[in-house]
Structure formats: C-alpha cells, structure tokens
C-alpha cells in the first residue's frame, strides 16, 4: 500500500486508492479490529514507547493489565471510582488504531472492501466489481460511547425495525429494514458503554450476543452480522456485583476486569494536575490571560485532594475525584487573575491568599458521610478549611523545613503587621515586608529558577512563608472576610 504524507498537524493524508481494484493491486488486507490494535501495542513496547500516552499514575498497575488484554483480544470493563481517570484511558486506546483504515464509500457499517458483511455491501460489489468506491475512515472516526441511562433502549444500542422501509415494501426479515444501532455503526472499531450497570437488565441481556457470538437480534429475528469491534465497559465496583445492577452472564462475557484507582504517590497527583489544569487560558496577548500558579501551590491543591480522599468524614464508597483537584487550581488561577486586574498587577502569580476561595467552590465535589442535619453546610466548610490548612503545612514542612525565616519573624518583634488578602497587591504586600533575609533561598525551595524572580513571586514566597510560621504556631494571624492580618 502507498505510504500516506504527513501534514503540519500530524495527521497524514489519506491514502491514494479510491476503488476496489487498487485496493486490491496495493497489496491491502483485511485485519481484525482487536488483531490490529495488538499489532500496534507489541511494536509501542517493543520500541519502549508510551502505550497509552497521557495516562497518569497507571503505569505499574492498571496499564500492564490492559495490555494483556488487549493482547489476549479480550473486551473489558474498568472498575472504579469516579475521576480516576476511566473514560481518559478508554479514549485513548483509539491511539493503539491504524491512522487510517479503508471503507466501502457509504457504508453504514464501515465494512472493510476485502471483507464484506451485509447485504448491501455484497449487492455493491457484484453490481460494481473493482470499481466499487473505496473511501478511507481516521481512527478518530471508529470509536462510539454511550453513557449508560434507565432510558437506554435496545434500539439505541443494537438497533430498530425502519417504518418506512417495510413500508416501502420490504419484509420484516429483510436485513435491509434494520436501522442500526450505535453498537453496529462503530463496527471495525471502539465502543464504550460507561456506567454499565445503569443500563436496565432487559438491555444488558441484548449485550450478550454482542459480546459473544458477535452478532445482533432485532424484534424477534437475527441479523447475522460478524461484528468486529473491542466493547470496553466502565462502571463503579459498589454497582459491578451480583447484589448490584449488573446481570451475572454478562459479567461472564467481559475477558477481562481491571481495576482503577487515584493516583498512588503525590508526584503523580502533581504531575495529573499540570497535565490536566487549565490555568493559563491564552485568549490574547494580556498578561490576565497568562497566569503563574507556583509550584507550592499545586503541591498544597494535590496535598489537599489527598487528604480529602482519606478523610474518615468522607464518603469513601463515592471518592473524590482528580476534578476536585483540578477544578481548584483553576479556581486559585481565576482567584489571582481577578487581583492582578483589580489591583493593576503586571503579572497574575497565585497566592496562598486565593486558596480559601476553593473551599466553597469546590464542596458539591465531595459527597460527607453521615450528612443529613440542618448544621452540616458549616461543619462540611469547616472540614475542607481544616484539611486545606493541614496539606499546607505539610508542604511548608517538606520545602521549607531547616530554612532559617528567624529574619523574616524578626520582622514582627517590635509590634509590625503585615496585612494581606486576596486584593491586596504584590508591591503593596512587599512593601509592608521590606527586605526579607534568606529570600533568594526562600524562592529557590519553592522551585523559582534563579534569574528569573519577579516581585510577584517573592509575595507568594513570603505570604507562603508567613502562613507557615503561622501554621507552625511561631506567628499570630487574624481573618475577616477577605482580610488577613500576620502579626507577632
């Protein structure tokens, strides 16, 4: 087959052949969807290349049971938790696709021209012998995902009798009356159910042939149709049991059941929160577009997140998400974005000030245990302002720890206050600090290269240093609203 040219994008162009017959002089073959994605797995590790590129946190785990899978032509279903990052890894098992596949041009079935499967595939290729058009499909175009709801029906899925094909003369019995269902016109490629056990049981038995014997039933008759597709299912492991919502056989179907979790080490968290966090938005030239979110405080929000999962007042069957985490930095990014146009910044750069603000915004994220009293909304508040304070001392205790800020303290002996909040600017705050000993050493354990300090950056390393030795009961802090107050 010829070589597709590769654009600017990084898609390739399509390949030449355009009918049956060049198809077929190119030397092209018919290769199975779950063969095709086996071959494209064993040469990504043989070349010691990502397999699934862009999944954090599975690499010892959960991906080396979906490449034996994968490799044993299983279908699956992952279980687990919501955000742990189960639909991300099932979208990107499209990468382990060929860029391009051939197709009979207007197939509903995607129906590979080497390998025929329904009638009117057939009737096209006896009436137009190598002429018949060939058109080409990108591996974007051959994944399908439906998420599971009680209305799901089996038309929606499999597929229904058209009205107005029988009455446009055809049989009941006619294949050609059929008007397919999501799972058919993703033939020759991905389908994804998420939520399976949500589907109502009736609909889950119409699964069972899909999964097996590859073909599909439709108002009381078989459609023969050898459907080529990996179905890979999601669904929580409360729900995915025998006392749950999801029938036994269709349990029995799935080769393979891999289990998901939130990401293990706090590098991982931190590493998931810039892969996934959008908070630099780049509308235009304005530097309100470009904020700079420090290190420290990815490393509080990931620290936080982790201390919510396993807080015993949470509801562990539900979890918390990896949105909890992400959603709050992009909250804290927003937070410093509105100082920097408030206040005339030149440059937004977060602070441990904009942390409060993700408290509220972020508390329908977590499901509490035992939740119900006319007081919860306050004690809930309390709980997450509890948590946020504890990760951020564990992070001034691992960067900060043995770095002498006795100068900076010194600062408050003779009665000085330092006054901050999220309006208050950069130069304001410096200004009530004046020269900070220790600060060029300061920065360097918050990550900030050398050379390229700011006075932004220093108010986060100072406000973050001043929270610390507040949090390590060595200074005295006052809240109101917006307002804080660090004093001796």
């Not at 490799?71 to 699956?76: C, Q, W």
């Not at 060939?134 to 591996?139: A, D, F, Q, S, T």
């Not at 691992?398 to 206050?417: I, K, P």
Request: glycine residues 10%; negative net charge; aromatic residues 4%.
């Amino acid at each position: 087959m010829s070589h597709p040219r590769r654009t600017v994008s990084g898609v390739t162009e399509t390949p030449a052949p355009t009918t049956l017959g060049e198809l077929r002089g190119s030397g092209a073959t018919h290769v199975g969807v779950k063969a095709e994605l086996r071959t494209n797995l064993l040469a990504r590790l043989a070349a010691g290349e990502p397999t699934l590129p862009g999944i954090v946190g599975f690499d010892d785990t959960v991906l080396p049971e979906v490449e034996r899978a994968l490799i044993a032509g299983h279908d699956l279903v992952l279980l687990g938790e919501r955000g742990q990052g189960k639909t991300r890894l099932i979208r990107t098992l499209v990468g382990l696709l060929d860029e391009w596949t051939p197709v009979l041009l207007g197939s509903e079935l995607n129906e590979h021209p080497l390998a025929p499967v329904s009638v009117w595939a057939h009737r096209q290729i006896a009436e137009h012998g190598d002429a018949t058009p060939v058109g080409w499909l990108h591996r974007s175009d051959r994944f399908g995902e439906k998420l599971a709801t009680p209305d799901t029906s089996v038309g929606d899925l499999i597929g229904d009798v058209d009205p107005i094909k029988v009455a446009e003369g055809r049989t009941l019995g006619d294949p050609e009356t059929v008007h397919y269902g999501l799972v058919p016109r993703t033939n020759r490629g991905i389908f994804s159910i998420n939520e399976l056990p949500d589907l109502a049981e009736r609909i889950q038995v119409a699964l069972l042939n899909v999964l097996e014997e590859r073909d599909i039933q439709i108002r009381g008759y078989r459609v023969r149709l050898p459907l080529d597709l990996l179905l890979v299912a999601s669904a929580n492991p409360e729900d995915y049991t025998n006392r749950g919502r999801i029938i036994t056989p269709l349990k029995d179907r799935f080769g393979a059941e891999v289990r998901t979790h939130y990401p293990i080490e706090l590098a991982d968290e931190i590493r998931l929160l810039h892969q996934e966090a959008h908070t630099s938005w780049g509308l235009g030239e304005s530097a309100l577009d470009k904020p700079l979110v420090p290190e420290h405080l990815v490393e509080i929000m990931a620290r936080f997140t982790r201390l919510v999962r396993e807080s015993s007042q949470v509801d562990q069957r539900s979890g918390v998400s990896a949105r909890f985490a992400i959603a709050g930095l992009e909250t804290v990014a927003a937070s410093a974005v509105r100082r920097a146009a408030v206040a005339g910044e030149t440059r937004p750069v977060a602070r441990v000030v904009d942390l409060p603000a993700v408290v509220p915004a972020s508390r329908g994220k977590v499901e509490f245990a035992d939740s119900g009293s006319d007081d919860d909304g306050e004690r809930e508040l309390e709980i997450l302002e509890h948590l946020l304070r504890q990760a951020t001392a564990q992070t001034f205790r691992a960067r900060c720890g043995g770095l002498d800020l006795t100068g900076l303290q010194e600062h408050f002996t003779s009665g000085e206050v330092v006054e901050s909040g999220d309006l208050v600017s950069a130069p304001a705050l410096m200004g009530q600090v004046g020269t900070v000993p220790n600060l060029a050493q300061l920065l360097g354990r918050l990550g900030v290269p050398e050379g390229e300090e700011s006075p932004e950056q220093a108010a986060a390393a100072v406000e973050f240093a001043l929270e610390g030795l507040w949090l390590t009961r060595r200074l005295a802090k006052d809240t109101d609203g917006g307002r804080t107050v660090y004093g001796s």
